[in-house]
């Protein structure tokens, strides 16, 4: 099983934030946190990856917690083109990737 | 441009025959990953390789075979053993012992079966 635990589905509207959850409590002290997200139709694409402190990039946030056994992908203004799943995985994991959260955008 | 190419694209097939799909890497990635997903489903592991000339089993490993002859091919059989073959199938790479990076993986091979 995934060492990742995330929520199945989730909504958001047309321009607003969306933060979207990941535990990954038996997370080791070298593990990078990787997000992904998969398009319909595509292979799964790179969104952030962070180890402890907090990253942005073009794309999105990612908050990682203090004690590091969770973590929340951040989309600033989603749009209708972010609907997608989007997959959690620890760089040391054992290559699952689990079910992912699937993210519905309303207009 | 490096990454991972997966072909084809769309693959017919007619039940009871084998079929092999077809993932090439130019990244100089020594692991490479082949899994299966299902409609509204999430990906599933069938084979792993972490070098050439070796590969273990995943979680849906049966009616599947692999091999890995070059470091940048990982070529992926269905066998007519696989009782239900119809699904997408990703292939995806990284470098191995780099915690740093992740996965790329490939645009995907549709397989129907009929």
């Known amino acids: 099983d995934a060492k990742t635990t995330q929520p199945n589905s989730m909504e958001s509207n047309e321009e607003e934030p969306v933060h979207l959850p990941c535990n990954h409590s038996?997370?080791?002290?070298?593990?990078?946190i990787h997000w992904y997200r998969q398009l319909p139709s595509q292979g799964p694409e790179y969104v952030i990856h962070?180890?402890?402190s907090n990253v942005n990039n073009r794309m999105a946030s990612l908050a990682i917690a203090e004690d590091r056994k969770s973590s929340t992908l951040i989309l600033h203004r989603a749009t209708l083109r972010d609907a997608a799943v989007y997959y959690c995985i620890l760089s040391l994991g054992d290559m699952r990737f689990g079910a992912g959260t699937r993210l519905t955008v309303k207009p | 441009d490096g990454g991972i190419t997966q072909s084809p694209k769309y693959l017919f097939r007619k039940e009871g025959q084998n079929v092999t799909l077809s993932c090439e890497q130019n990244?100089?990635?020594?692991?490479m990953y082949w899994y299966r997903q299902d409609p509204g489903q999430g990906l599933r592991l069938i084979y792993y390789s972490q070098i050439v000339n070796d590969f273990q089993k995943g979680d849906i490993a049966e009616g599947y075979s692999v091999s890995r002859e070059k470091k940048e091919s990982f070529p992926l059989t269905v066998t007519s053993a696989q009782k239900n073959p119809t699904a997408f199938y990703l292939c995806?790479?990284?470098?191995?012992?780099?915690?740093?990076?992740?996965?790329?993986f490939g645009s995907g091979t549709r397989l129907t079966v009929v």
């Open positions: 990244l100089n990635h020594d692991a």
């Open positions: 995806a790479s990284r470098p191995q012992g780099n915690i740093y990076y992740g996965y790329t």
């Open positions: 962070g180890l402890t």
């Open positions: 038996t997370i080791s002290g070298t593990d990078y």
